[in-house]
């Protein structure tokens, strides 16, 4: 009988803040989230978590979210990847709108039926593609936060 595989946590991270405007088809800005030692795996399950701060509605976003094995340096708002930053994504989740349970304080997509294996690093980099209509921090008042949090096995 194999060993069990332990669970790691990949902790809460920001991909859209609350003065980040992201309009349809657009970018968040890319973010790293250390592994902690140099370990490949598999990614099990994100959830991510929207949430106003201001005057505006809560969103259920929909979007892809990147997993890259290379920093790509995308900031907010950008509209393209370079040629090179695309090969250097390794996964992506797509996230739909009928994904999120929402209410008026925030709201939560989870998914677990979309696992992305990775070789061997040290850091993950994750960036969101913005795909819905209704864009974040468009208007006055609009204090929109879009973050996750990802669980993950891994091997040495």
Same mark, same amino acid.
């Given at each position: 009988m194999g060993r069990a595989q332990d669970v790691n946590e990949g902790g809460l991270t920001e991909l859209v803040g609350i003065n980040e405007e992201v309009n349809t088809n657009d970018y968040s800005g890319s973010v790293g989230v250390a592994l902690g030692d140099n370990v490949s795996g598999e990614i099990r399950q994100? &959830?991510?978590y929207a949430t106003e701060d201001g005057a505006g509605a809560v969103q259920d976003s929909a979007g892809i979210l990147f997993i890259l094995d290379a920093d790509p340096a995308i900031a907010s708002g950008d509209v393209a990847m370079t040629a090179v930053e695309?090969?250097?994504v390794i996964g992506q989740i797509f996230v739909g709108a009928g994904d999120w349970v929402m209410d008026a304080n925030?709201? &939560?997509a989870v998914i677990i039926d979309q696992h992305i294996s990775f070789h061997a690093l040290s850091t993950l980099y994750f960036v969101w593609l913005h795909t819905d209509a209704t864009d974040l921090n468009?208007?006055?008042g609009d204090d929109e936060q879009l973050e996750?949090?990802?669980w993950y096995h891994h091997g040495r």
């Open positions: 994100v &959830t991510l695309r090969v250097s925030g709201g &939560t468009d208007g006055a996750f949090n990802f």
